[in-house]
């Protein structure tokens, strides 16, 4: 399966605009929440400031990664975004069990 289908680049952007559509109230929403409310304002505008940043950025980085490897495959920098958001993905699910495991903690006490 490629890109080269019409349909596999409408389930394609389907799948990107419902993973953004989530994880960006979320990421707002955790951003907002981790601050004191007199300084919710300056960490969402620095939220969306790294966001902004990160878009413009990752084009040069991954040219950066793939001539370091060597790879001129067109498809390196989805490759590589799959596994860095697994990874961050398997650190989000391990401090969540994590946290869950010290309320239950105090919890009992």
Known sequence: MTG???LMIYLGSLV???GY???LPAISLF???SVAPQQRAFALSINMIASGLGTFLSAYVFAGIA???GS???RFPIMASSIG???I???FCVGLIAARRTNLRKQEQ
């Open 85 to 87: 958001y697994l990874i």
């Open 67 to 69: 001539a370091a490897f």
């Open 72 to 74: 001129n495959w067109d």
């Open 16 to 18: 990107y605009g419902l």
């Open 4 to 6: 080269d289908s019409l």
């Open 89 to 91: 993905a398997a650190i």
């Open 21 to 23: 559509g989530v994880m």
């Open 31 to 33: 951003s907002g929440m």
